[in-house]
Each structure stands twice: as C-alpha cells, then as structure tokens.
C-alpha cells in the first residue's frame, strides 16, 4: 500500500517536461548549429519521460521497437552528445542519466536522490559549488568538474510516510 501512496504523491503529467525539454534542446542545437538528429531527441523524450534517472540499457530497450537505430554505440553517442551539450546530466553512482533542469546553462552538477521513489532533483546552489573550490583550494587541488550526489528521502516521501 506504501508504494501506490508514493506513486499518488508523485503523479504529474510529464509531458510538460518533456516539451520543455524538447523546446529547450531545439533552440539550444539551432543557436549552435548542432543537428538534433530524430534518436537524439527520442533519447532526450526517454529522459525526460520520469524524474528518475535511466539507464543506457533501458533506453535501447525503449528504442528496440523504433527505427531510430538500437546498437549500444549509437545510443551511447546520442547520451554523449546530449550530455555535451548541457541537456542531460550523468549519474554516476547509479549509471543513469536525468533531465538537466538548466540546459545551456553553465552550472555543476548537484543532485537530490530520493532512496524511496527514487527520483532525481537537480539543485542549483552556487554557496556550494563555491564552497568546494575554496576548500578544494585550501588544499592546492583545482576543482574542474563537479557532480555531487546526495541521496535520503525527499519531502513527497516523507509525507506519504
């Protein structure tokens, strides 16, 4: 009975996010002059389709009934390609991929796991990523890249307890 109350709680039309996503990627390619090639923006749909993050092998058995082309390499190239350009997010601890909820945007990767639903929020704080350069730099170690994975149980979770 947890469970149904869990999916309830998190119950929302994705298709908004979907479109905004989609939106989002197309002006992005069109002001970069990328193609946003049709497995591309499939795989981008697929990501977004939950707010939890989904993996490479899950993705080729989405794609397995479409003529978008359903080899490992391909997919892992359309993933390549969305995560280079902002539109999608890696995570690693869980081998997935979720929506970025800022594409085009420069900013680092900080990530809210819920341990129960399982979906991921993206978490903009620029105190934090500040924060680890200064202690970083304290040390004489040069931040390049940052991805910060949190899990715990986020707020619907909490409520539905």
């Not at 707010?51 to 490479?56: D, Q, R």
């Not at 890696?90 to 991929?97: H, K, P, S």
Request: with cysteine; hydrophobic share 40%.
């Amino acid at each position: 009975m947890k469970k149904s109350t869990k999916a309830a709680v998190h119950s929302h039309d994705h298709q908004h996010c979907v479109e905004d996503a989609l939106a989002a990627a197309e002006k992005l390619c069109a002001a970069k002059d990328l193609r946003f090639t049709p497995l591309r923006r499939r795989v981008l749909e697929f990501v977004w389709s939950s707010h939890k993050p989904v993996g490479a092998y899950a993705l080729l058995d989405k794609l397995r009934n479409e003529d978008l082309g359903s080899a490992p390499p391909t997919v892992y190239r359309a993933l390549d390609f969305l995560i280079e350009n902002g539109l999608i997010h890696r995570i690693e601890r869980m081998n997935a991929f979720v929506g970025c909820s800022h594409p085009g945007e420069a900013h680092r990767g900080f990530f809210l796991i819920c341990a129960d639903c399982g979906n991921a929020e993206e978490l903009q704080s620029a105190d934090l990523g500040e924060a680890i350069t200064a202690g970083a730099a304290r040390r004489g170690f040069t931040a390049r890249d940052m991805t910060l994975e949190v899990t715990g149980v986020c707020g619907d979770c909490r409520r539905a307890a």
